[in-house]
């Protein structure tokens, strides 16, 4: 008997399902961090991804897929609205950790704070039923996608 989770219908919502819902979100958080905060999506990428952990020019240059020159560009920017801070690594001066500053992390967590508001508005379209499955659906698809 073929496994049910290999199923077409199954492949085929989550095609339907899950690029449509993660474009929406995404477009949403860019058109926020554009609009509202008046910065780029190469500002906000970098924010981003600092407020993840990476913490050095050539680690965001790693992660973005993008030259250094360019996210060097961007983390000027960010440092002259006072949103990043560079500070020198005692140990090696080649070394140039950057961190968000206070207004760095307020300016993100206005970023998400919007987003989830946004999200709950589309939630609450669902009926509690609804709600339930998508909640045990979302925990089957993080269970699918891990690591094992």
Request: net charge positive; no cysteine.
């Amino acid at each position: 008997m073929p496994n049910p989770a290999s199923s077409p219908i199954l492949i085929d919502k989550f095609w339907e399902s899950v690029p449509l819902a993660w474009r929406q979100t995404r477009s949403q958080i860019r058109r926020i961090a554009i609009e509202k905060f008046q910065m780029t999506e190469e500002q906000f990428q970098v924010l981003r991804r600092i407020r993840k952990g990476s913490a050095s020019v050539s680690a965001l240059a790693e992660a973005s897929q993008t030259s250094r020159s360019a996210v060097s560009k961007a983390v000027d920017a960010l440092v002259r609205r006072g949103l990043v801070t560079r500070s020198q690594d005692p140990e090696d001066r080649r070394n140039v950790p950057l961190a968000l500053t206070n207004e760095g992390q307020r300016v993100m967590a206005g970023v998400y704070d919007e987003t989830e508001q946004w999200l709950s508005a589309r939630f609450t379209r669902l009926t509690a039923e609804e709600t339930e499955s998508l909640l045990q659906g979302m925990e089957s698809l993080r269970k699918a996608f891990s690591n094992p």
